[in-house]
């Protein structure tokens, strides 16, 4: 693998999958891969899980990590040919050759903005790294996707399932927050790839970008999008369409026992309780958000194995 900045790089999903389930399984045996290698984790933005998942993937595999937030660094432009007289210090054409010098990996969480579509659709950060960093890239949620995650919870419904062909229900949610598209998005994609019998179901106005729904089955009644669901993926985004925007906080679609029904409840975390999903859900014997969150650091294992051995 040369980057992990979407689904796309990932060579063979079925082997990747496999593969990280035998890493859970024998999380060390692999360690020498990188020794004397390092991993630089960038952050734009707050996180829990990537980061600690991510650093202890790097760890199992014998690199050295070092994080930057990147707040706390120089300013950084990332337009072509600006005259840098204002507050941005860097530009990133230097800071990612340079990070480049002191790593072997770079991974990047650079969110969206939320406000400007075309700018945020064009992952500048993301794809700025790409551009002049001299080491593979790893995506750990950029403004439209978040490929390790998606790649968790493909493990997590492999691990799950006791049916060939389950069915799974990505079920939008409330949020007192305008929250980016891009867990959607890449699950979306994911469910897309895998062997199940999938359905979306929102409130109409918080249709995802149409390029990446395709023809999955999109269903306004989120009862009837439910029935007979093996797993329900609950995730709250904001306005693709009217972009940025909440237009809905009704508070029937947050997702309760009796909505579950036998499924089991998968959600990214963090999760804002009895807003998102009551209680009774998160604390029952259905919810698997731990055990996803677990396989946070055997998705980002067994891709910064696959990068390494092909450095
Ligand atoms: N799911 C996820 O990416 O969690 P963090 O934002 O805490 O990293």
């Not at 593979?136 to 060939?164: C, F, G, R, W």
């Not at 019998?197 to 999955?216: A, C, M, Q, R, V």
């Not at 499924?263 to 996803?292: G, T, Y």
Request: aromatic content about 8%; glycine content about 2%.
């Amino acid at each position: 693998m040369k980057n992990y900045t979407t689904l796309k790089d990932i060579s063979n999903l079925s082997e990747t999958i496999r593969e990280a389930i035998l890493l859970k399984m024998s999380p060390f045996e692999y360690s020498h891969l990188g020794k004397n290698k390092t991993l630089i984790m960038l952050f734009f933005n707050s996180s829990l899980r990537t980061r600690l998942s991510t650093e202890k993937a790097a760890k199992n595999l014998g690199m050295d990590v070092m994080i930057l937030n990147v707040n706390d660094a120089w300013n950084l432009e990332f337009e072509d040919g600006t005259v840098m007289n204002m507050d941005r210090s860097e530009h990133i054409k230097e800071a990612a050759q340079v990070i480049s010098q002191y790593a072997d990996i770079i991974a990047v969480r650079a969110f969206p903005t939320l406000q400007d579509k075309a700018k945020d659709e064009s992952e500048f950060v993301l794809n700025s790294f790409k551009k002049y960093a001299t080491v593979p890239i790893v995506n750990m949620e950029s403004s439209t996707a978040h490929p390790l995650q998606a790649l968790t919870d493909a493990i997590t419904i492999s691990e799950l399932t006791e049916k060939k062909k389950p069915k799974v229900v990505l079920s939008w949610a409330p949020h007192p927050k305008a929250l980016p598209q891009a867990v959607a998005n890449t699950f979306v994609e994911m469910m897309q790839d895998l062997d199940v019998d999938f359905t979306i179901t929102h409130p109409k106005g918080y249709e995802l970008n149409s390029e990446i729904t395709k023809d999955s089955p999109i269903n306004h009644n989120q009862e009837e999008a439910l029935k007979d669901a093996d797993f329900v993926y609950v995730k709250n985004w904001s306005s693709y369409n009217d972009y940025g925007k909440i237009l809905n906080n009704d508070s029937n679609w947050m997702m309760t026992k009796a909505k579950l029904g036998n499924a089991k409840f998968m959600h990214c975390l963090p999760v804002r309780r009895n807003v998102v999903v009551e209680d009774a859900v998160l604390d029952s014997e259905q919810s698997v958000v731990i055990q996803q969150a677990n396989n946070r650091t055997f998705a980002a294992q067994v891709v910064l194995k696959q990068i390494l051995e092909d450095l």
